[in-house]
Structures are given as C-alpha cells and as structure tokens.
T-cell receptor, first 113, second 118 residues
C-alpha cells in the first residue's frame, strides 16, 4: 500500500474552514484515499473516502487532484470538537484483499476559539 | 447498533500473566482487525480476519501474541506471558468488504482496551 505524507500539526480558528493536505505520490490505480480522525482517548473514526472524484458527506469534503498524487480534507466550519489527529491513508481493495488500513502519524489539528 | 464492543475497557495485570482481550464486531461485517497503539509507535495493525479466517498476522509482534475468531460475532487477542512492554491501548475494528470490485466501506473501531502490565 502506498505511503502518505501529512504535516505534523495545524491550527484553525473556530468557525473557519480547516484544509488538511495529504501527499500520496506513489498511489496505485486501484487504491482509495481514506480519512480517519482520532479524538483523544477514543478509537479512530471514519470520515470519508474516495477514488478519483471529489466526495462530500455530512462531516467533510474530500478533494483529490486529477493525477491522484495528493488530496485535501476540508472541514467547512471547524468547531472545538474537531480538535483531533487526522489520518490520511491509501489502501487497495479486491476480492482477496480486505483493504487493510496502515496508519501513519497523522496531522494534529488544533481548533482554537 | 451498539457498534464494536470491546472488553474489558481497562486491564491491569502482572508480568507473566495471561491476558485475553475480547471483541464483538458489528453484525454483518465480514472483516475484523486488531490494532495496538502506543505513544512511541502509533497505531499498529497486528492481525486481520476476513470471513473468520486470519489473512495477515505479520504485525503480531511475537509468539506470545495469538488471535482467534471462532465465529462471525466474536474474536479474542491473547498475550501469554504478558510483559511490561505490551502496555498499550488495543483496538478492535470491523468492516464490510464487498468482494470483487467493492471498496472497503470504512472501519468502525471499538473504544479500546487499555492494558497495563506491571
């Protein structure tokens, strides 16, 4: 599975959009981009995933570049409860592959009042 | 749905003792994963099962660690004998993996078991 590169930490003002970048230049054609977050002392929480197209759900938006070598997770209106470690992961899938997720160090997002 | 259920939430044991961690995945999920998290090493995948069959146990650190999944609704991770360096938070996660051409629809993690070996 391809590796990812994320900034170690970021700050964001409450109510503003948080844009979290991720580089995955060695991503393969069948690998998805997944985003998870982990709030202190809790298990990681699934946010969103995508293959080629941009995706949006009730939590966030995922923007994937046309060459798929990088992506950005957007939290449109960050709140204090969004303070967490955000993990960007790329993972393959298929009938014999369950698409295991390998977590890196992630980005620690601090939302400030 | 109660989500992925792990027990116990906290475990304190003495070095050399056997420790068994338990996990009940979400009904209908066909994949189960065991992770370990420490400050030094982050989240590490230990082993995962698909349709109750172990697929990849390359992350299991030593022979002292073993995992079983006797049926679709239960899994255990056992450490025997335990050592202080095994102290960590152990997470179980489950997901539905939709066969050929299907993406993994995201993992659901349990609340974890915090293990302290003294």
């Amino acid at each position: 599975d391809a590796k990812t590169t994320q900034p170690t930490s970021m700050d964001c003002a409450e109510g503003r959009a948080a844009n979290l970048p991720c580089n995955h230049s060695t991503i393969s054609g069948n690998e998805y981009v997944y985003w998870y977050r982990q709030i202190h002392s809790q298990g990681p929480q699934y946010i969103i995933h995508g293959l080629k197209n941009n995706e949006t759900n009730e939590m966030a938006s995922l923007i994937i570049t046309e060459d798929r070598k990088s992506s950005t997770l957007i939290l449109p209106h960050a709140t204090l409860r969004d303070t967490a470690v955000y993990y960007c992961i790329v993972s393959s899938h298929g009938s014999s592959n369950t698409g295991k997720l390998i977590f890196g160090q992630g980005t620690t997002l601090q939302v400030k009042p | 749905d109660a989500g992925v259920i792990q027990s116990p939430r906290h475990e304190v044991t003495e070095m050399g003792q056997e420790v068994t961690l338990r996990c009940k995945p979400i009904s209908g999920h066909n994949s189960l994963f065991w992770y370990r998290q420490t400050m030094m090493r982050g989240l590490e995948l230990l082993i995962y099962f698909n349709n109750n069959v172990p697929i990849d146990d390359s992350g299991m650190p030593e022979d002292r660690f073993s995992a079983k999944m006797p049926n679709a609704s239960f899994s255990t991770l056992k450490i025997q004998p335990s050592e202080p360096r095994d102290s960590a938070v152990y997470f179980c996660a489950s997901s539905f993996s939709g066969g050929t051409g299907g993406a993994n629809y995201g993992y659901t993690f349990g609340s974890g078991t915090r293990l302290t070996v003294v």
